[in-house]
Structures are given as structure tokens and as C-alpha cells.
């Protein structure tokens, strides 16, 4: 099946104002309004004009270092792919087996599958940035990993455009029809018919009557119809759909409390759950096509013919926008400020720990020239850290090897204790009066604060060693993405 990809980007609000105003919603995982603006075209300008005052002329042995680079990230991005794709058809099967026999047993499996299918993907994420930098061809696929990327991973989304909330949920979609359980939806001035839910209907929906909070598809649609709404905020717990939302029996068919009529909804849930996970695996086969060897007229072969031009820029702005812009600030600053659970990436099934580290751990993987698969097979084998000794900048490699160490160091410690302890990152960003009910005291909730501080802060200190790295190499003006900064 062949399903054309949605070109629009997600980002969260970019001002602490628009953050703050999140805080008036009470819903369990809710996306705010943000100003979409369109500036790709300027980011290609400023790309462009960068690349005529960094470029020299490359050695021979400059180019060979540079061509070393360029193919070992170029493997790393079709393995990452290639796991995520492979990873997204095993969350594929567990589903359909769950739809076609709602168990817990079976739930607890797709739940499984979905943890398991985020680890590779949310390392793919270092390869996101590329807009601006990538070339214009009609004849690829997909004109950028950037526009591609907003089908997969949007968030927050507006859940109860999907499927039922509780009675305090108040986000931008209010009204009492959804696609589950209506035929036709009214969104804005859009009469939108529902009544056959397809991969091609969600992909069709996705930021309908231009809101950005309108997501139906990617791995949010499919976590929260797995879990369904998280109604804890910072207390302990994530969603907890009832198995018996996908019961097709009649008179056991449920929308959460409430016993249905007959098992219609039930079955549209599981159309809908399928639905999403299928275009999630098209839209995946068609991203692991454009990182093929010797392909021709993709992503690969485009950053192959620009590889001594922008290709070093692109690599170093990729880290940098996602070690500052993206996990830093509007991941885990967002939230931490505010203490909302809204802005929690993952808040349906409280896997943001997993989620944060992952996204660190692909920048490391493109500095160390290292992915492990799942399979435990290490591809790449020449990262940034090799290109910049072999450039005669090894304090600089030297520097980001401590900087990666403290990263590493801070995340270990949010996945621990997110694993291992049950403290997950919605109770972590909590302020110390938000949980004084629960009997946690100021001391002890600022400990919690302070593992996440200590991530945004390691990132932070990270995309300055970056930045120092780049001018080290003769890229004066880096400008990484750097979100937004309180």
C-alpha cells in the first residue's frame, strides 16, 4: 500500500508564555496552539550563504576523512531505519492479534512491542534536521526527513478528536463527536466523514482544519489507543485503557466506564489501532528506501553528492539542533518549567525516560561512529570524534568526549530511575507543591527535579562543545536550532 506522506513539521511552543498557557488545560496529554510559520526557505538562504564563507578547498586527505564520515552516518541512518521499520512490523502483528483477541495478555504484548519499537526509532531522531540542507528533487520520494518526520512523531495531540477523555479534559477539540464513536466530525468549517476509518483517512486528518493538535497518526495515535488518556498527572500511573475498549462481543464492549450499546465502537477502535500502525510501517519502508546503498535519486544518494559541501555542517547542525533545541529545551525545559505533565513526550504510557535517552544516545552515536542494531551488530565505524582527530582537532574530540561522558552520565540515572524505581518523568518534572498531597517532601521532590536539571543541563554544555568543535573545523556560524530557553 502506498500512502502519501504529510510534509508539515511538528514543534512545540517556542515562547515560556505559550508553555505557561498549556497549564489552563486539563487534559492527560494535550498538544497547545503554536503559530506555524514557514521557514524553510530562509533556512536554505542561510545554509547557502554559511556554506560560501566556510567552504575551502578540501586535501585529498581532508576528502578522505570526509568521505569516511559521510558513509559511516549514512549506514548508521539505514540501520536506525531498517530497526525501526523492522521493529514497527512486529508492533504491527501484536496489535492485529490483540484486535483480533482482546486479551489482557495480548494488550500487555502490544504494549511490549510498542517500548520496543520507540528504542530504535527515538535514535533516529539525530537525522531529522536536515531541512535546508538536502537538495530539491522531484524524482525522491521524500523531500526531506525533517517534513517527513511529522506524520511519525507528532505531539502532544489532541486526544479527544480520536476517542472519548474524561469529563475534565478541556483542549481545542471540545466537541462530543469523535472518530470513534461518529460517522461524520465537524472540525472548524470541515465536515469530515469518518464512517470508513483507513491508513489513507488518518494520514488525510492529520493537523485537520490546520491545527496542529489535531494528530491522527504516528507512534502518539497508537500509544493512546493502547493506554488510553493518563488522568494521574504527576501522581503515580500511567493511561489504563480497559481491554474490554476493544471487546466485540455485545453487551462487553466498553468506552472506558461506560458499557456500549453494541460493539460498533469497539470494532472502529480496532480499525482505527490498525490503521495507524499501517501507515506507520509504510511510512517506515519508505524512509529505510531512501538510506539503501547505491540508491539512486534519495536521501542517501543526495547527501552523497553534497558530502564536501554541506554534508560536515549538516552532521554538526543536526546535533546541535537536537541536543538544544529539540530535547533540551522544548522536550524537557518545556516541561520542567511549568511542571506539565502535558508536555511530557510519551504521557499516554509514561515511556518518556526511554524516549529522552534514546535521543541522546543517537547524537553519541553519530559523534562515535557506532549504532548497535537490535540485533547487537555495531554499524558505522567512523563518527565525528574520529574525523575531528583526524583533522588535528583532538582537543576538541577530547572536549566532547567529557561532554558526552556528563550527558550520559545524567540520563543513566533518568532511565534508572524510570526502570528500575517506577519514577517516571511526569513525577519527576513536578513542582514541590504539586505533589504535597502525596506526602513527598520539598527536599525530596527537588532531588527528582534535579535528575532531570542535570539532563538539560549535560545538553546544554554538550551543544557548546559542538558549537566549539564546528569553529574548530572552519564552520564559524553553526546556528543550530536552540529551541526555546527560559
Known amino acids: 500500500m502506498t500512502i502519501t506522506t504529510v510534509m508539515s513539521r511538528k514543534t512545540l511552543p517556542t515562547t515560556l508564555a505559550a508553555a505557561l498557557a498549556g497549564l489552563l488545560l486539563v487534559s492527560g496529554c494535550t498538544k497547545q496552539t503554536e503559530e506555524n510559520t514557514d521557514t524553510s526557505a530562509d533556512t536554505q538562504t542561510e545554509v547557502q550563504n554559511a556554506e560560501a564563507t566556510d567552504s575551502t578547498e578540501l586535501s585529498a586527505a581532508d576528502k578522505a576523512h570526509n568521505d569516511r564520515l559521510i558513509s559511516s552516518y549514512a549506514n548508521m541512518a539505514h540501520a536506525a531505519y531498517k530497526d525501526s521499520l523492522d521493529t514497527a512490523k512486529l508492533l504491527q502483528t501484536a496489535v492485529e492479534a490483540y484486535v483480533a483477541t482482546p486479551t489482557q495478555e495480548n ?16 535514535q533516529t531522531e539525530i537525522f531529522r534536521f536536515d531541512e535546508g540542507f538536502v537538495t530539491a528533487n522531484d524524482k525522491r520520494a521524500i523531500g526531506s526527513i525533517d517534513g517527513w518526520e511529522g506524520q511519525m512523531n507528532a505531539w502532544p495531540l489532541d486526544e479527544a478528536l480520536i476517542d472519548y477523555v474524561s469529563d475534565s479534559y478541556e483542549g481545542e477539540y471540545n466537541s462530543q463527536d469523535n472518530i470513534i464513536n461518529s460517522d461524520t466530525i465537524t472540525v472548524g468549517s470541515i465536515n469530515q466523514d469518518t464512517s470508513t476509518i483507513t491508513p489513507e483517512l488518518l494520514a488525510e486528518m492529520n493537523e485537520i482544519g490546520g491545527s496542529e493538535a489535531n494528530v491522527t497518526t504516528g507512534y502518539h495515535a497508537i500509544e493512546f489507543m493502547l493506554w488510553g488518556q493518563d488522568t494521574n498527572g504527576v501522581n503515580e500511573g500511567a493511561g489504563n485503557r480497559p481491554v474490554t475498549d476493544y471487546a466485540t462481543e455485545a453487551g462487553q464492549c466498553t468506552s472506558g466506564d461506560t458499557v456500549n450499546d453494541d460493539a460498533s465502537i469497539c470494532e472502529r477502535r480496532g480499525e482505527f489501532l490498525t490503521s495507524a500502525t499501517q501507515l506507520l510501517v509504510d511510512d517506515l519502508t519508505a524512509m529505510e528506501a531512501e538510506w539503501q546503498p547505491e540508491s539512486e535519486n534519495t536521501l542517501r544518494s543526495d547527501l552523497m553528492a553534497r558530502k564536501y559541501d554541506n554534508g560536515l555542517r549538516q552532521i554538526m547542525y543536526q546535533m546541535g539542533s537536537l541536543a538544544l533545541g529539540e530535547l533540551a529545551s522544548e522536550r524537557m525545559q518545556v516541561a520542567f518549567v511549568t511542571g506539565s505533565t502535558e508536555d511530557e513526550h510519551e504521557c499516554f504510557s509514561d515511556l518518556t525516560h526511554l524516549s529522552y535517552a534514546n535521543n541522546a544516545r543517537g547524537i553519541q552515536n553519530v559523534f562515535n561512529g557506532n549504532y548497535k542494531t537490535v540485533a547487537g551488530k555495531t554499524v558505522g565505524g567512523y563518527g565525528l570524534k574520529d574525523y575531528l582527530v583526524d583533522t588535528d582537532n583532538k582537543a576538541a574530540a577530547d572536549q566532547l568526549v567529557t561532554d558526552f561522558a556528563k550527558v550520559e552520565a545524567a ?17 519527576m518534572i513536578a513542582t514541590a507543591g504539586q505533589v504535597s498531597k502525596q506526602g513527598i517532601s520539598a527536599e525530596e521532590q527537588n532531588v527528582r527535579r534535579g535528575w532531570v536539571e542535570a539532563g538539560i543541563t549535560s545538553l546544554q554544555e554538550l551543544t557548546v562543545g559542538i558549537e566549539n568543535a564546528a569553529k574548530a573545523v572552519g564552520i564559524d556560524n553553526l546556528d543550530a536550532d536552540a529551541g526555546s530557553q527560559f
Open 411 to 427: 540520563f543513566n540515572v533518568i532511565v534508572e530511575k524510570g526502570e528500575k524505581e517506577g519514577i517516571k518523568i511526569d513525577q
Open 107 to 122: 494488550l500487555d504484548a502490544a504494549k511490549a512491542a510498542y517500548k520496543a519499537a520507540r528504542q530504535p526509532y527515538s
